[in-house]
């Protein structure tokens, strides 16, 4: 166990080989982590629950959700947008807080699920595998592991993702740290009357949890339930429901159909709070080039 807790915490580096072909299995020391932070959310209930807790907990929620969705997916795995060099590690290090492994694991393994959606070759279709599979497992197999580092090429340039993506838990530790040094504060207790274990609880825990499980469930849920505005190949679904969850993913099956759109409301009725947030960051020049819904896709879907 010493020597896979030393191969975590400083892995080796990535390299342009292919993992060892072979069925995916659970490396269930890969589970410990996220079984631990949601029997610790459970302290959450030795403690009374205030305006504050909650205000704290949106906050941590929807800056990392839009760093996930801007920049894990929109920027990083399809390149909708354009940015520059320390914008785009600053988003990568705000959604690398999430847990949910660095910039370019991510993006290599979405740009995987896209060419292979639904397919035997998916690592995580409901469809194929187990809802639970699909939703939570797949990530923590041994083959999930490594950085498929021929599908971000053009990422690898970058030394400091390289970094990042090597030591994606280093953005947890500092955000989980800070969350209890603020709580500490003493200015900060008495502004908010938060201790240091409710700000990590509520400013860490919790939110980190449902960022899990709103992520997750677009490869599972949005795989499975709500409506087709285009015929795909494959079983993404438009969610609503899921849209609001997570600041404009849920519109699926539009972006399984146009990934390219920095836009996945591909109509005006289609909440898109990412896109609205990038479009408010362009006109401070923070981003630029937003790739727009071409005509002919939007002629295409069925209203």
Known sequence: MSFSILKWVCPPPETFDDPPAGDAKVEWFRCLP??????????ALLYPISFACILIAI???AVRMFSITAFY???FSHRTFKTSRLVQFLGAFVACSSGQRGPL?????HRRHHRHSDTEEDDHSPHTKSFLWSHTLWFMTDYAVPTF???VRDLAKFRELLFLNRFDWIPVVVLASSCYLLGEASWFGEWTGLTGMTTLIWGFLIPTIALYHATF?????AHLFGSRRFETGEGSRNNFLLALLTLGEGWHNNHHFYPASAR?????????PTYYLLRLMALFGLVRDLRPVPAWVKDKAVR
């Open 34 to 43: 996220y079984v631990v932070i949601h029997l610790a959310a459970l302290l």
């Open 59 to 61: 906050l941590s929620y």
């Open 73 to 75: 997916h929109r920027y």
């Open 105 to 109: 694991w991510w993006a290599a393994h």
């Open 149 to 151: 580092m021929k599908e």
């Open 217 to 221: 469930a677009i490869n599972s849920i």
């Open 264 to 272: 996945q409301g591909f109509f005006k009725w289609e909440i898109d």
